[in-house]
């Protein structure tokens, strides 16, 4: 007589895991999102000659540091979108908790949001039912 312990999905009281990740798996996406949205938008301003330095106090901050700063920050959405992908499908914990502490990074044009969806995601991930879920 064999006695099988129940994964942690099937416990009682314990709540689902996909139904614990689904809405920071969401907003992280939507996060990162903006973030590439919010960088493009400034990267087409600054080609087209609305340099971001009209919009900055007179201060020179354009050129090859603002498109370095634009790349970094497209970068980081994109670590986003593909974090949440995999929180919300349960799929790879590591790309998951690479998007919600990319989030909490404060160099994107985002990063109020991304900073309260980005511990959000932490913590659910760091819910044992939750990593036990990962495949």
């Known amino acids: 007589m064999t006695t099988e312990t129940p994964t942690p999905e ?5 709540p689902d895991p996909r139904a614990q990740v689904s809405l920071p798996a969401t907003l992280l996406m939507v996060v990162g999102g903006c973030n590439i949205a ?3 938008y400034w990267l087409l301003r ?4 609305f340099g971001v330095s009209s919009t900055m106090g007179g201060a020179m901050v ?10 970094l920050a497209i970068i980081i959405g994109a670590i986003n979108i593909f974090g949440g992908i995999k929180m919300k499908s349960l799929q ?5 908790l690479a998007g919600a502490v990319a989030a909490i ?6 990063c109020i949001a991304g900073l309260a969806v980005g511990i959000w995601s932490l913590v659910v991930l760091m819910k044992p039912e939750v990593k036990a879920a990962f495949r």
Not at 46 to 49: E, K, Q, T, Y
Not at 105 to 110: H, K, Q
């Open 62 to 71: 354009g050129g090859v540091w603002c498109f370095l700063w634009m790349a």
């Open 105 to 110: 990074l404060p160099c994107t044009c985002c």
């Open 10 to 14: 099937f416990l009682p009281g314990v």
């Open 38 to 40: 919010s960088c493009v």
């Open 46 to 49: 600054a080609l087209i000659g």
């Open 92 to 96: 790879n914990y590591n790309a998951a």
